[in-house]
């Protein structure tokens, strides 16, 4: 299975992302995506903030903002075939019960040093894999995973692949 990182979905969605071609080609490429709730916050949160092409969609459809808004994250799941896995469970720790990605990204923060909203996609795809889920591979298109990815592929036993 492939964890597609929100960047790569935003790329190549972006008509002036310089990677919008070679974000497309890797997501309609490669079979057995999934993503977590974190990219579809992510998604939503940039989406949000296009209010012309949201409105241009929302008078097309003619439905109201919200329902636009979800037929949006819908079609984009759909476009490029994206499985949401749900992660399940809390961990107890030290800090008290924690939601496993949370729990799991204070864990890698210290090994990995990287920035919060990547700690977490890293702490998915942990979570994920303790579910069974076969995650072998982290698409994305952040410089910041590829500059960590030794530590990434030791610690967590997958490479990243990354839109250049």
Excluded at 7 to 21: F, G, H, M, N, Q
Excluded at 26 to 48: D, F, M, Q, T, W
Excluded at 51 to 77: P, T
């Amino acid at each position: 299975m492939i964890y597609v990182d929100t960047s790569v979905i935003v790329a190549a969605l972006d008509p002036e992302d310089p990677r919008r071609e070679r974000a497309r080609e890797a997501l309609e490429r490669h079979n057995g995506k999934v993503i977590s709730e974190l990219v579809l916050a992510e998604l939503a949160s940039v989406l949000a903030r296009q209010h012309g092409v949201m409105a241009s969609i929302r008078s097309r459809l003619g439905v109201s903002e919200h329902i636009a808004f979800i037929a949006v994250i819908i079609y984009v799941l759909k476009r490029f075939d994206l499985k949401y896995v749900d992660v399940k469970g809390f961990s107890r720790t030290m800090l008290g019960r924690l939601y496993k990605p949370l729990a799991y990204s204070i864990e890698l923060a210290e090994k990995l040093r990287l920035k919060t909203l990547d700690l977490l996609h890293l702490a998915y795809i942990k979570a994920m894999k303790e579910q069974g889920i076969g995650v072998h591979t982290l698409l994305t298109a952040d410089i910041d995973f590829k500059n960590r990815e030794e530590d990434i592929a030791k610690t967590l036993k997958i490479t990243v692949y990354l839109i250049r």
